[in-house]
């Protein structure tokens, strides 16, 4: 019982270690900001535009898929919103085509590998540059900036100015209120739900679930759909953060995604997974960047050591399930001897 507590605690144990290890370096070698209320949020809302793609993520990596195409996706959508409101769209109309764009990018994620039963993997690699392709038709290959009249005051849901510590209890940035409004909804939907259940059947074992009388394809197409969504709203956050829409940003930002869903105990096997841990593993990589950047740490190191932490994870993952056997094998060994 206490093994299975500290497995799952395991993230949060990483986080806190993270924390302490920049707050001490960073009031050795830095300048002590760190730990300060204006850099926790920013280091919160960072997360938030992380953790929220990551959720849809989390379902598809639970249900023992993949999606590469989430970074273009997520643009894709943020240019789409940066279009519509260009246009001089109500912003309720450009919502609706925003989180459309997400939906429409994972329903077909869906329907391809439940159609075709290629690897998603593969699927999702290619509908990446594809969806990468229709955002720059869509952006005339540049940047989209939507006039400041037309972008309503309230869509400020990134801002982490230092304005906000002049009140007694510090204001939490908005983008963290969403992230943890739509984490709730979603933990409780995979743990009190029929749905939820029969993706976690489905990534533990495809075939079981089919014997059990699941509609695999219907439910892969669902949670890929559903994932979309989460990107769709991804998208608003990105473009709440830079004000613009530009689908060349997207190139890389599903990594950041999957590396939030592994770093918070997600297997790539499929079958395991948690909200929760993704908004850990999302505030693990938040703040490695920002430690690194209090302690002058060139961006290519805060990537090796982001890499390798994600390698860590994946190896720890790898054990759980009694692989690589050569190392047990070694250890059966010696113990036998």
């Known amino acids: 019982m206490l093994k299975k507590l500290l497995w799952q605690l395991g993230p949060l144990l990483a986080l ?4 302490v290890f920049f707050w001490i370096a960073d009031n050795v070698w830095g300048q002590g900001f760190f730990m300060s209320w204006y850099n926790m949020r920013v280091m919160s809302s960072s997360a938030s535009l992380i953790a929220v793609p990551a959720f849809g993520m989390t379902l598809i990596i639970i249900s023992g898929g993949i999606d590469l195409s989430a970074g273009t996706a997520l643009t894709l959508a943020g240019t789409v919103l940066a279009l519509s409101l260009k246009a001089g769209d109500p912003i309720l109309v450009a919502l609706f085509f925003m989180a459309l764009t997400g939906c429409l990018c994972g329903l077909a994620n869906g329907f391809l590998i439940s159609a075709t039963k290629v690897v998603p993997f593969i699927v999702t690699l290619g509908t990446m540059t594809i969806f990468l392709g229709i955002g720059q038709i869509l952006s005339g290959e540049s940047t989209v900036y939507a006039p400041k009249e037309n972008i309503p005051d309230w869509l400020s849901l990134c801002y982490t100015g230092r304005n906000a510590d002049q009140y007694l209890i510090p204001k939490i940035p908005t983008s963290v209120l969403i992230a943890m409004v739509l984490g709730g909804g ?9 749905f939820g259940r029969n993706v976690f059947a489905i990534g533990s074992s495809e075939s079981t679930a089919r014997l059990c009388g699941i509609r695999v394809p219907l439910t892969v197409v669902s949670v890929y759909t559903l994932a979309g969504f989460f990107v769709a709203i991804g998208g608003l956050l990105y473009f709440a953060d830079v004000k613009n829409g530009n689908p060349s940003d997207g190139g890389g930002k599903e990594l950041e ?3 939030a869903v592994v770093l918070g105990g997600g297997s790539l096997n499929g079958g395991r997974g948690s909200i929760f841990g993704t908004m850990i593993g999302a505030l693990i990589i938040t703040a490695i960047r920002s430690g690194c950047s209090q302690l002058s740490i060139p961006n290519t190191y805060t990537h090796i050591i982001i890499g390798c932490i994600i390698i860590v994870a994946v190896i720890v993952d790898q054990l759980r399930h009694g692989s690589p056997e050569w190392f047990f094998r070694l250890f059966r060994s010696r113990s036998d001897a």
């Open 257 to 259: 995604i999957i590396a």
């Open 16 to 19: 806190l270690v993270i924390l």
């Open 186 to 194: 979603v933990a409780l939907l995979m743990r009190y739900t029929v």
